[in-house]
């Protein structure tokens, strides 16, 4: 009997531990399925993380939302392109009077022995970023980018390629324009910097360090800075500053708002090590929008000017000068005959605003004046001995005039990838010519990637045709197939011949 009831009890606990053994493993499926998670090999996988915005922001109603800048990113990678610049070492020896192997059928042996074949070392390669701001391939980006280049190659985020011709740059904003001929191209809008502000959340979109589409974000840190890197005499520095993380590889990239649209043109860092250190700058899409206007317009940068020394004002200096301190620009000195001399400006005069702006900086100044040209009015309200003056002043060009300088800007002109200029009638004396062409800058094209042309030197013959101005330039190479043959001198008088092709 004892063991009868003994055998039963354990039944009884075995059929109760199986009961329980089933319970709680219908209680692990049941709770797998409601937090849709799947055991895998022992990794554990969900559908979706919740709390993936972690950072909030306010829209211009007020109303409060995840602060995401994918949306951003996706909508502004396809306008960002690679840059690479290519510079050929030159040759040792007189190359200039050397000719190409297609030219000595017909010249022969006349210059044999006067430029001795020399050795050419690897080219130098630089990378950088641009943006694509229309539809007919113009890209904007630092003139330091491609400044020397012979040759100049766009790869856009997709991976194509093309040779790139420079439109026009502009040393005194390190800006330069280019162009590719491509089709159904992204393209990013301008916005106008002015309404940028002090904490805006901004991204940096380059090809940093070979990484190519890399996108940071961070903040507008300050604006109006300058910090003295370019060294253009007549330079205009009114930097947008940001925490955005920018590197070597990102000169000519975007910094962009939250909308997708630019703010500036990413050009300099502040760093001891030639990297990231905190804090990179950018040139405002103002001055931007300017730079390329005019070069599409006139061929050339119209920069109007005041003709003073300025010095922003702070206590030291109203302490030197012995005046009360005034949030303003110094006016430290007025060139003679100056648009501001005209005007009736003086040294020691304090600029507290231009056409209604406040210039409480020498770099705000900076910016508001590159934004004119020769021939423009603007109204300052100055502080002169502790009253305040009103004077209009007529902006003028670096030769004292009001005049707007145009440059041809046909294709071939480009495609040579030089700055023409007629020569000057004193120097055409002196060198007893009867006109001429001065080649005045040389940017990526055929004459600096075939030619070791040097910047000075003067056109006097193409294909033996007498050139006098630059339109004769333009009319002789218009159509022109094959090899071109350029005769000319420098300014010491020696006299030179340069060969190159183009295209059929």
Sequence with gaps: MDTNKSNKGSLKVYLFSAAIALAVSLG????????????????????????????????????????????????????????????????????GRELPDPFKEFFGDMFKGQSPEGMRSQPRIGTGSGVIINDQGYIITNNHVIDNADEVEVTLYNNESYKATVIGTDPTTDLALLQIDADNLSTMSLVNSDDVEVGEWVLAVGNPMGLNSTVTAGIVSAKARSININQDKFAVESFIQTDAAINPGN????????????VG?????????????????????????????????YGAVQRGMLGVTIRTMDSNLAKEKKVDFTKGVWIEQVGENSAADK?????????????GEETTTSPRLQEIIASKRPGDEVNLLVNRDGTEKEFKVILENVNGTTKLVKKEKKEILNLLGADFENLDKDLAEKLDLDGGVQVNKLYPGKIKKETQMREGFIITHIDG????????????????????????????????????????
């Design 265 to 297: 043109i990413n050009t300099a860092i502040a760093s001891r090590t030639g990297t990231y250190t905190g804090y990179g700058f950018a040139v405002p899409s103002n001055i931007v929008t300017k730079v390329v206007e005019d070069l599409l317009k």
């Design 343 to 355: 005007a009736g400006i003086e040294s020691g005069d304090i600029i507290l605003e231009v056409n």
């Design 465 to 504: 045709k007498r050139v006098r101005n630059v339109e004769d330039v333009a009319s002789i190479l218009e159509n022109k197939k094959g090899g071109v043959m350029i005769e000319g001198v420098y300014e010491d008088g020696s006299k030179y011949y340069y060969a190159f092709g183009l295209d059929s």
């Design 28 to 95: 692990v499926i049941v709770i797998n399925k409601l937090n849709d998670k799947e055991e895998i090999k022992g990794v554990t996988t969900v559908e979706t993380v919740q709390g993936k915005h972690v950072l909030y922001t306010a829209d211009e109603e007020g109303n409060i939302k995840p602060l995401d800048f994918t949306d951003t990113s996706k909508k502004v990678l396809d306008a960002v392109v690679h840059i690479k610049s290519t510079q050929s070492s030159p040759s040792y020896g007189n190359q």
């Design 251 to 262: 000169s000519g990239g975007a910094l962009v708002n939250l909308d997708g649209n630019l």
